[in-house]
């Protein structure tokens, strides 16, 4: 008899356990989601900072509405180049919108978000932007004699909307051992970041300005030059990033 009832509860615990366990049916995201964020003026890629969720610099946002009216945002890391490339996205339909340094895409009256359906393997959205600022080299960085390399730039304003056309707060010479230059990476023994106040960033506009590293260590150098306005999240706009080597 204790046999029988014991086999009996074994078999119950058995068919329990099966009935609670969950098979996962569902394919892995196996799509790949890339393109580019574009200067609408220039028609050149807008240089950012790698970035993640935490929206230091330029990222695409992801709504999946294939389920849901109201789903929660993810978002997609961009590269240094204004590109980005994610290779394990699930097939579904997303609306999407890249966050960044330049005008809004989602404002009213003007919303630019892009409905796209993410299937087929490899799926392309880019997307024009007006960024706020626009840093370009002036010729080649000099190497000084005591060590220090001297750039010379130029920042004009990427966008004729007066509503982001806000004071310029920042001009920096971001020095780093690393490719990866900019606000979130770089050695602070070397750079050389000013700060301006009130309106007298503004000066800066349109005019060449040099600015000059402290004396670097003898190796290859990666040097890129940020501009920002006081709006929002205050993001950089970029230079393309040039190498030198101290020797």
Do not use: H
């Not at 799509?31 to 990222?59: F, H, P, W, Y």
Request: with cysteine; charged share 15%.
């Amino acid at each position: 008899m204790k046999n029988i009832a014991l086999t009996a509860f074994t078999c119950a615990v058995l068919l329990i356990g099966n009935s609670c366990k969950k098979v996962d049916n569902y394919d892995g995201p196996t799509e790949t989601l890339k393109g580019s964020i574009i200067d609408a003026g220039t028609k050149q890629n807008v240089q950012s900072e790698v970035s993640g969720d935490n929206g230091s610099g330029t990222r695409i946002k992801l709504l999946e509405i294939s389920w849901s009216d109201t789903p929660t945002p993810l978002y997609l890391a961009t590269k240094q180049d204004g590109t980005y490339t994610n290779t394990k996205v699930f097939a579904a339909t997303y609306k999407m919108i890249a966050e960044g340094a330049f005008v809004p895409m989602d404002l009213a009256g003007n919303d630019q978000t892009k409905t796209v359906d993410v299937k087929g393997g490899t799926t392309t959205v880019d997307f024009t932007v007006e960024p706020f600022l626009r840093v370009d080299w002036v010729g080649q960085p000099v190497i000084n004699a005591d060590g220090s390399v001297s750039i010379q730039v130029t920042v004009t304003r990427g966008t004729s909307n007066p509503s982001f056309q806000q004071n310029i707060i920042n001009l920096a010479l971001f020095v780093c051992p690393y490719e990866y230059a900019g606000n979130n990476n770089y050695d602070s023994r070397y750079s050389n970041v000013l700060t301006y106040s009130g309106t007298t960033g503004n000066a800066i506009v349109g005019q060449t300005i040099t600015l000059t590293s402290k004396p670097l260590p003898k190796k290859d150098w990666f040097l890129r030059v940020g501009s920002r306005i006081a709006y929002g999240t205050n993001r950089y706009n970029y230079s393309t990033i040039q190498m030198v080597t101290i020797k």
